[in-house]
């Protein structure tokens, strides 16, 4: 009797793994590949339980770098990112990113350790309430209080990350939960009453859009991200051609649709093209797919699209009729809504005079810069970027003018090819996500295009970077100031450039020497071409310092307060 009982405890000891165990097997039946991280007292259970496993770990040398980096490799990867951090500091360090993933809908799984249940609540060394802190920019939360929920939260999180609109889903695991031993089963499915994303738009309200396309004489279709995320760049690009409508894009969207294409116009929005918002201006019917309206395209939305009735397709509801008035809303995946229209609409339409009208404008109101003698424009380098690597690489961007130019000046030929901070407009996102960029597609050239204020505020993982001999080619466009801050003070605060110029830099070629990468510092356009035509296709890691003209400005810009066709700086 005695040997039955002590065998039977044997065999339950066996079946029985850590906390952490679990949630490492559990991320493994995800199919997790690589988690960034930086590790921490209480999340060093976890720590513990990764070590020798196969999910590669990337230690960035700061909690936002490792969240923007996973927000790069969910970007494009089109994946959900897994991030990991201990409590208090470590998981505060990670609120911008994922507040910055939730504005621009990237789905990110966040782990998070938290000191003891015991403690919880007793303002123990390290513990935040990160519960609190993230609950209004995170899809969904959790605090783990039970061993035995660990596989069970982990599936669903995956599920809520990356279904309906994307976003980041945080788990908190206390420490004693993390150590204490439970049996280990995966869930084959999710169970989730509450949470059931509409997908399938309705077929009376497609119907109605297709009759709307049918009677206008001015239509133009608005790409979003929503596109990008539910794959439909090939449906949208054969509705457009099926249908002759005129496309613009927000920032997000670029590439939903080749930028080469004739049919698009180009990026609307505060410093979109002239002819883009003029065609969302002049239209008599707005279609919106997976646009969420955000200020900077829309301006003052009381002048926004006035003659146009507006469909909007989007798959989360809150955001229709949130900013703009709504008259035909369709909830659901934008794939799925465009395949129905392609069954509904009447083929054979042309809109001839509305695209010759758009073309013209186009053609009358391009972007613009005086490129003089032999100085370093930024728009040039953008187009000398574009010029090497055919619009196929991916570029990574902070925020700021160079952002813009990014969005101007290189013409995506492919979705997820721009990753870039879109809704909250973080500073230092560009360096960071492209290491995440890069180690989704390892074969594709990544080019991190960044300004010298932001790449200052997350340099440190040029680390990494020679760590893992990651090819990135890092452009700083250098203008020594914060540039967007600086141009905003010329124009609206009477030049008066408070804290916004910076003309004591670090030497950025040896910064990145420093780190073990080369580095090269161009002033002149001459310099610039030979250097990039050299560089660019290495297989290794470069930094170039481009020293471009300081005083740029963005054009064309649309002022705060100002509807979106009262843009200045059309013209040179």
Known sequence: MAANVKLENEKEARNKLSGASILIESLKRENVEMIFGYPGGAALPIYDALYGQSIKHVLTRHEQGAIHAAEGYARVSGKPGVVLATSGPGATNLVTGIADAMLDSLPL????????????????????????????????????????????????????????????????IPKDIATSDGEFSYPDSVNLPGYQPTTTPNLLQIKKLSEAIKRAKKPVILTGAGVIFSKAHHELTQFVEMTNIPVVSTLLGLGAISG??????????????????????????????????????????????????????????????????????????????????????????????????????????????KQEGNELKPQKLIEMIHELTDGEAVVTTDV???????AQYYK????????????????????????GAQMAEPNRTCVSIVGDAGFQMTNQELCLIEELNLPIKIVIVNNYSLGMVRQWQELFYEERYSESLMPHQPDFVKLAEAYGIQGVRVESLSEAESVLKNVIDLDRPLLIDCRVTPDENVYPMVPTGKGSHEMIGVRP
Do not use: C
């Open 260 to 369: 080469n294409h004739q049919q698009f116009i180009g990026m609307a929005g505060m410093h979109g093209l002239y002819a883009a918002n003029m065609a969302i201006y002049e239209s008599d019917l707005l279609i919106n797919i997976g646009a969420r309206f955000d200020d900077r395209l829309t301006g003052n939305p009381a002048v926004f699209a006035p003659n146009a009735k507006v469909a909007h397709i989007d798959i989360d509801p809150a955001e229709i009729g949130k900013i703009v008035d709504t008259q035909i809303p369709i909830v659901g995946d934008a794939k799925e809504a465009i395949v129905a229209l392609l069954n509904e609409t009447e083929k054979g339409l042309s809109f001839t005079e509305w695209n010759s009208h758009l073309k013209n404008y186009k053609k009358e109101f391009p972007f613009w810069y």
């Open 400 to 406: 700021g003018q160079h952002q813009m130019w990014a």
């Open 412 to 435: 995506f030929k492919q979705p997820n090819r721009l990753v870039t901070s879109g809704g909250l407009g973080t500073m230092g996102f560009g360096l960071p996500a492209a290491i």
């Open 109 to 172: 799984v966040v782990l998070t350790g938290q000191v003891g249940t015991n403690v919880i609540g007793s303002d123990a060394f390290q513990e935040t309430d990160v519960m609190s802190v993230t609950m209004p920019i995170t899809k969904h939360n959790y605090q783990v209080r039970d061993v035995k929920d660990i596989p069970r939260i982990i599936k669903e999180a995956f599920h809520i990350a990356s279904t309906g609109r994307p976003g980041p889903v945080l788990i908190d």
